[in-house]
């Protein structure tokens, strides 16, 4: 049963869950626990001991599904299959079973081990010895589709399959001379060939389903990882739903990190003035100890999102981006344009992520058709919102820069920054590109203290990782 | 302690808690190993009441520490009651000064109080909070620690200590060893992910929303005076809340508030009106409410016409179920 379950663990292990050593020492003592009558039970303390995170519970059960009945019901449904093409009832199949165990008793003294136990059913044992084998052979290394093959093969050898067939084609030469009635000899010459053939089978499958069993983590890995550094601009509709996900946990990510650092210093030091003052009352002895308090300071972003034609699936997932923020933080002001500026802020607030997005997007609140024009939109919030920016405010810009040569207006940006304690720029372009035609990327540069390319999700953590290391 | 998974099961129910075979083999699993439990879920699934529920069920005392931002040891653990240590000074200042009879010097002085000073640092001045009350205690406690999600990163790492050799360290005393093991339960509410660290150390238990058969079963339990109908269309409507993307999607607890309140209100039977007037108990945001009335009135609307249709059937006998065959 242990080697069972560190198995078990290995498998979960290379499906990209963590199991450490300690962890798989649990699950055995949870097995030990819970015994293996109720699967449900033994199912759920493997359940509790192994997996530590939610996100990991349907593989788990996929995978314990395959593993912990995979080849038993193969074995299984090759023995149906032979009752099948019998066409014999359980019961009828059941007594010929019988008749088959009686004459093996007699006449097959010589057969192996396997021989016997495939020809009586007992799939107990036939598991037990398809697993020794395949650990022999390792099939467990199995990893393309064009192995399954050679892995058949080596189990096969392993398994010494010639030698059942020839043991088995014996058997059916001293039927022939055996005294049974010919339907018999038929029946049991067919149960004979038919059962080389489900061995035949069932190591087919068994080597199939360890392929797949590695296959699994691979594809999620591919698919994760893809999605990681995969631009914006070329996101699905169902990509974009996984990357809410993402986008959901950076921004957490982002709190956790200001959390911990404001919890420090949240209590300032030991301030002698005032505890000597208040103890004056207890004739100078420092019954109450006083603390310099500091300010908390809380966040304040206010974002500017380009919401124009040319970085449409970007500005999607940067509103993303800021929904989840606004979500987390009170102090965080939304603003999105292309030609005009218009506040989000309350919108954001009240409706839920696919609506806010929507009517953002949908020039309910700003003309989105227009052709994008920075200057213009900067002017337009420096003479309606400045005041939203004062020294604790960050601001972070959105956008490709590219002006369609209107007037860059960069003297406002200019404005902005001195009132604002940082002036953030995430550029969705390739920082290739910037500079050319009509982006005006340069110029705006000069007004900010950080411009960063961010086309996808990677390039967003980095970003993230050095406003929180700051 | 439990004999064996079907013992907690029952013990729970006596408890009226309806235990899936998953969640009281962890707690089973958690009794023999000596091992924390962690508890994940969304809220209002029954996380807290499954701490309150093994205390009772095993009779043993509820030790119960609430996280929040900012928990420190001095809140969790212990302090020292410096006030007392204070006010013992003063009182004993005479015996302090025979101490220091025939002292030579200030050194002197300092070494003879130095040789004392363990009466001021002892149990006596400690002031123990819940986790080292539940390792101190004489009898077996539960101890529950709430909303571990809500506290700290540092002191998530502090707990380890804790949940691994049941053990605690106090600098100027030294350890403390569990006197007797208590069962601990975790819960969170996945705000943020706990540490591997703290992870490994837990059995993990995640606790979905239940199935419908396991509502109604929980509301009979717990809500009796409920009418059957009644109980059947809240859970019907509240798991269909549940496919809706809430803010905050409603748990068995307000399932139950709602159930409660209708059962107050003398409801048989729901109704358009009277779901709008008492959605709030189980919708918290205004922006859900509005969502979840147009789903309602959409279920509402299908319900109306499965009734229909059953009272069509019902009326002609067998051979309309014939003729909807053919």
């Given amino acids: 049963m242990e080697d069972k379950l560190v198995e078990f663990a290995?498998?979960?292990?290379?499906?990209?869950?963590?199991?450490?050593?300690?962890?798989?020492?649990?699950?055995?003592?949870?097995?030990?626990?819970?015994?293996?009558?109720?699967?449900?039970?033994?199912?759920?303390?493997?359940?509790?001991?192994?997996?530590?995170?939610?996100?990991?519970?349907?593989?788990?059960?996929?995978?314990?599904?395959?593993?912990?009945?995979?080849?038993g019901e193969i074995i299984k449904q090759a023995g149906q299959a032979v009752q099948d093409a019998l066409s014999m009832s359980d019961q009828e199949f059941q007594k010929f079973l019988d008749e088959v165990e009686e004459l093996l008793k007699k006449e097959g003294q010589k057969l192996s081990e396997m021989a016997k136990e495939l020809l009586q059913n007992r799939s107990g044992q036939m598991e037990q010895r398809m697993r020794d084998a395949a650990r022999a052979v390792r099939v467990s290394g199995i990893e393309r589709t064009i192995e399954?093959?050679?892995?058949?093969?080596?189990?096969?050898?392993?398994?010494?399959?010639?030698?059942?067939?020839?043991?088995?084609?014996?058997?059916?030469?001293?039927?022939?001379?055996?005294?049974?009635?010919?339907?018999?000899?038929a029946k049991l010459e067919q149960y004979l060939e038919r059962r080389l053939k489900a061995l035949d089978d069932i190591i087919r499958r068994y080597v199939r389903m360890e392929r797949e069993k590695r296959d699994m983590r691979a594809r999620e890995e591919r698919k994760l990882s893809?999605?990681?550094?995969?631009?914006?601009?070329?996101?699905?509709?169902e990509e974009l739903d996984k990357m809410k996900e993402a986008v959901t946990r950076l921004a957490q990510r982002l709190k956790n990190v200001l959390a911990v650092r404001r919890k420090h210093a949240k209590k300032g030091r030991f301030d002698i003035k005032r505890t000597l003052r208040q103890n004056l009352a207890y004739g100078g002895v420092p019954f109450k100890l006083r603390f310099e308090r500091r300010k908390r300071e809380k966040p304040q972003v206010v974002i500017l999102c380009d919401v124009s034609d040319s970085v449409r699936n970007a500005s999607r997932f940067m509103l993303q981006f800021v929904y989840s923020l606004q979500d987390l933080y009170s102090r965080v002001r939304s603003f999105v344009f292309v030609a005009d500026i218009g506040e989000v802020t309350e919108h954001f607030r009240n409706n839920d992520i696919r609506e806010a997005l929507d009517t953002a997007l949908k020039g309910d609140i700003i003309n989105v058709n227009a052709h994008s024009d920075f200057g213009r939109a900067f002017r337009g919030f420096v003479s309606?919102?400045?005041?939203?920016?004062?020294?604790?405010?960050?601001?972070?810009?959105?956008?490709?820069?590219?002006?369609n040569y209107n007037l860059p207006h960069d003297w406002c940006l200019r404005e902005i920054r001195q009132r604002a304690r940082k002036v953030i720029w995430l550029n969705p372009e390739s920082r290739n590109t910037w500079d050319f035609g009509d982006s005006e990327i340069g110029r705006y540069a000069v007004h900010c203290d950080m411009v960063e390319e961010c086309r996808n999700l990677n390039q967003l953590y980095r970003v993230v990782d050095q406003l929180v290391v700051r | 302690m439990f004999s064996s998974i079907e013992n907690v099961m029952e013990q729970f129910a006596g408890q009226k808690y309806i235990a899936s075979r998953r969640i009281a083999t962890v707690i089973y699993l958690a009794s023999m190993l000596k091992k924390p439990v962690l508890v994940e879920g969304p809220a209002g699934v029954g996380k807290t009441e499954i701490a309150k529920v093994l205390a009772q069920s095993l009779g043993h005392e509820l030790i119960r520490l609430q996280c929040y931002e900012g928990l420190d040891e001095g809140k969790a653990l212990y302090e020292w009651e410096y006030a007392k240590q204070l006010l013992y000074t003063q009182i004993l200042k005479d015996k302090v000064s025979e101490v220091l009879v025939g002292a030579k010097g200030l050194a002197q002085a300092v070494d003879r109080i130095a040789q004392e000073d363990e009466v001021f640092f002892s149990e006596r001045f400690m002031l123990p909070r819940p986790l080292l009350k539940a390792i101190t205690s004489e009898k077996p406690v539960v101890l529950l620690i709430d909303?571990?999600?809500?506290?700290?990163?540092?002191?998530?790492?502090?707990?380890?200590?804790?949940?691994?050799?049941?053990?605690?360290?106090?600098?100027?005393?030294?350890?403390?060893?569990?006197?007797?093991?208590?069962?601990?339960?975790?819960?969170?509410?996945?705000?943020?992910?706990?540490?591997?660290?703290?992870?490994?150390?837990?059995?993990?238990l995640y606790i979905d929303f239940p199935e419908r058969d396991q509502e109604l079963a929980i509301i009979k339990l717990k809500a009796p005076e409920a009418a059957d109908k009644l109980a059947s269309e809240v859970v019907g409507v509240v798991q269909s809340l549940r496919k809706l993307d809430l803010k905050k999607t409603p748990g068995i607890s307000e399932t139950l508030d709602w159930v409660k309140a209708l059962t107050l209100l003398n409801v048989q039977s729901l109704d358009q009106d009277l779901v709008s007037e008492t959605l709030?108990?189980?919708?918290?945001?205004?922006?859900?409410?509005?969502?979840?009335?147009?789903?309602?009135?959409?279920?509402?609307?299908?319900?109306?016409?499965?009734?229909?249709?059953?009272?069509?059937?019902?009326g002609p006998g067998p051979a309309s179920d014939k003729d909807l065959l053919n």
């Fill in chain 1, 148 to 185: 399954e093959n050679y892995f058949a093969r080596a189990l096969a050898r392993e398994l010494w399959l010639d030698k059942i067939e020839q043991e088995i084609r014996e058997l059916r030469e001293q039927i022939q001379k055996l005294d049974f009635s010919d339907a018999m000899k």
């Fill in chain 1, 384 to 403: 309606d919102h400045i005041g939203a920016i004062n020294k604790r405010t960050t601001v972070i810009v959105l956008g490709d820069a590219r002006n």
């Fill in chain 1, 10 to 71: 290995n498998l979960l292990r290379q499906n990209g869950v963590r199991v450490s050593l300690a962890e798989t020492l649990d699950a055995i003592g949870a097995a030990g626990t819970t015994g293996l009558e109720n699967r449900d039970s033994f199912r759920a303390g493997l359940r509790a001991t192994m997996i530590k995170r939610a996100s990991e519970l349907p593989l788990f059960e996929e995978l314990f599904d395959i593993y912990f009945s995979g080849l």
């Fill in chain 2, 280 to 314: 709030d108990t189980i919708v918290k945001y205004e922006g859900d409410v509005r969502k979840a009335q147009e789903e309602l009135k959409e279920y509402v609307r299908r319900a109306k016409t499965r009734r229909g249709s059953d009272a069509g059937s019902a």
């Fill in chain 1, 226 to 237: 893809q999605l990681g550094d995969k631009s914006f601009y070329y996101l699905s509709d």
């Fill in chain 2, 147 to 204: 909303e571990i999600d809500k506290a700290d990163a540092e002191f998530e790492a502090f707990l380890l200590e804790l949940l691994s050799d049941y053990q605690v360290t106090v600098p100027e005393i030294g350890t403390f060893k569990a006197r007797q093991i208590p069962l601990v339960v975790l819960t969170s509410n996945n705000a943020r992910e706990m540490s591997d660290a703290l992870k490994r150390r837990c059995l993990h």
